[in-house]
Nanobody, 122 residues
């Protein structure tokens, strides 16, 4: 049973920093990409950042220059360093594993974490 467990959310003042972590546990053969999405109240879930197994990254325009995604393949863990936080960054942040394979002959599938709340006060 694969699980994604997030940590690191919380309350911070505008201009502050937080670091989110997401560890994938269970039987894992490979993960094509990992990433972070966020969902504010009443809004759709949006991409924040993704990183592939060879460390190619992609960021939403709204977080470029402020957020940094990184990954430890050996630990199946992805991190999101968030600096210069703004009130509009307030949301539930979800970890996502894209193309996770538990065995070399089994099909890939996607997994989501349970979400962690990030609140930025002005």
């Amino acid at each position: 049973q694969v699980q994604l467990v997030e940590s690191g959310g919380g309350l911070v003042q505008a201009g502050g920093s937080l670091r989110l972590s997401c560890a994938a546990s269970g039987t894992i053969f490979s993960i094509r990409a990992m990433g972070w999405y966020r969902q504010a109240p009443g809004k759709q879930r949006d991409l924040v950042a993704t990183i592939t197994s060879d460390s190619s990254t992609n960021y939403a325009d709204s977080v470029k220059g402020r957020f940094t995604i990184s990954r430890d393949n050996a630990k199946n863990t992805v991190y999101l360093q968030m600096n210069s936080l703004k009130p509009e960054d307030t949301a539930v942040y979800y970890c996502h594993a894209d193309g996770l394979r538990t065995h070399p002959v089994l099909r890939e599938r996607d997994y989501w974490g349970q979400g962690t709340q990030v609140t930025v006060s002005s």
